[in-house]
């Protein structure tokens, strides 16, 4: 497409457009017919006609048609019609049309300069036109003045209005995009949250599934206490497993509310979950106090993930769990587990720990929200520790 082309389709008039120039060019003629027509006590025009005369109007309908360009060139248009209708007054409607459009669709320092000239133009055409009633040089130039101020004024808060009526059009934009961006980012934070209660609680219970079904399979031949023992706690887990999962499923139906939370309190059945596994679980507990509610919740997923972990990837090892603290020193809260069992070959395959990253992730964005430390690592014996100090105000 090349450049005419494109130009063309810049300034191609609607419907709208072409009502408004056409009503812009007949007041610009309207203009020139009154200032051609003879009024009460002039004199009769010569015949045959004055050739300025002519060559007056001839000028004026020119300009007026001149007028149907001015939103191309609306800054050329403007000073050529100002510096025409100096000497052809009957061009001073064309004149008073392109200020205004200029002061439409220009910045208001360019309407300003060319209302400037258009003043000097008023005051050259009253030197080389004098008025036929005889009216004050003064006078017939303020009149002017008042007639251009009055379309450049008119223009520019023409102007005004239109770029009010876009910042507003703009700024509820930008509004609506921001409240979206909003709404994204807290459904984001929303997400986020009940991805981690659906992986602490449901990890924690399909943890204890895996190691009992594997205990199954490593061993059927079992004596049958154990077996019933084992599938007795698989169908809890399982069952467990399912009632979580409802409560998580009830929470995103309900208009409001908010995941079930553990507390400090449920730390005794947790541990013992876990000791039902056959692993050895020792419980210290070395705090006084009534640990507060944030606090307690962010320390059950603490030792929830260090138990889940220890099941998945050392089964079998002995783990201890520690807590300890105070109002004002803060709490402590440790898990550690024993080394990974060798591998036999036969028995139930065993994670990488490299498979537990998302967890820990999750971990640490609960931790860091309750503006404490965690720490994790292997310790010296090939175990696991995860250790979290977790703020307790006095």
Same mark, same amino acid.
């Given at each position: ?37 003879? $009024? ?10 004055? /050739? ?8 004026? $309908? ?29 061009? #001073? ?7 205004? %459009? ?14 400037? !000239? ?23 130039? +303020? ?8 379309? *450049? ?54 943890? $204890? ?32 497993? +399912?009632?979580? !999962? ?5 929470? $995103? ?13 449920? !730390? ?11 692993? #050895? ?10 640990? /507060?509610?944030?606090? #307690? ?40 587990? #024993? *080394? ?10 065993? %994670? ?18 309750? %503006?404490?430390? !965690? ?20």
């Amino acid at each position: 497409m090349n450049d005419t082309t494109s130009s063309r389709q810049r300034y191609r008039r609607g419907a709208r457009d072409w009502v408004v120039d056409s009503l812009m060019f007949l007041t610009a003629l309207g203009f020139g017919f009154l200032g051609a027509m003879t $009024l009460p006590g002039e004199p009769a025009p010569p015949s045959p006609p004055d /050739p300025f005369r002519v060559a007056e109007q001839l000028t004026a $309908l020119a300009a007026c048609t001149a007028l149907w360009w001015r939103r191309r060139w609306p800054v050329q248009i403007a000073v050529a019609l100002v510096a025409v209708s100096a000497f052809f007054p009957l061009a #001073g409607g064309a004149m008073l049309v392109a200020l205004f %459009s200029l002061c439409v669709h220009r910045p208001p320092k360019v309407g300003l300069a060319v209302l400037a !000239l258009s003043f000097l133009s008023s005051y050259i055409g009253a030197l080389v036109h004098p008025d036929p009633y005889d009216t004050p040089l003064v006078t017939a130039f +303020l009149l002017s003045a008042v007639f251009q101020g009055a379309a *450049a004024g008119w223009g520019l808060s023409v102007q005004h209005r239109r770029q009010l009526f876009d910042s507003l059009r703009e700024r509820a934009v930008h509004a609506e995009a921001e409240a979206r961006l909003r709404a994204e980012r807290a459904q984001h934070r929303v997400r986020e949250s009940i991805a981690r209660e659906i992986h602490d609680v449901l990890g924690h219970r399909l943890s $204890l599934l895996s190691v009992h079904a594997g205990a199954l399979e490593y061993r059927p031949d079992a004596p049958p206490e154990e077996i019933a023992r084992s599938a007795g706690v698989i169908r809890e887990s399982a069952h467990q497993a +399912l009632q979580d !999962l409802r409560e998580v499923i009830g929470v $995103l139906r309900a208009p409001v509310g908010e995941l079930p939370q553990p507390t400090m309190a449920d !730390l005794d059945q947790l541990v013992s979950e876990a000791g039902n596994t056959g692993a #050895g679980v020792e419980f210290v507990e070395e705090y006084s106090g009534e640990v /507060p509610e944030r606090t #307690g919740r962010t320390a059950y997923r603490i030792v929830q993930e260090g138990l889940t972990n220890a099941r998945k990837h050392a089964p079998g090892s002995d783990t201890r769990v520690r807590i300890s603290g105070g109002a004002g020193e803060g709490l402590t809260v440790e898990v550690v587990n #024993g *080394a990974p069992a060798p591998p036999t070959g036969s028995g139930p395959a065993r %994670s990488e720990r490299t498979g537990a990253g998302q967890g820990l992730v999750g971990l640490a964005e609960r931790v860091s929200l309750a %503006s404490g430390r !965690l720490e994790h690592g292997r310790t010296d014996d090939g175990g696991w520790r995860l250790s979290a100090w977790l703020p307790w105000s006095a």
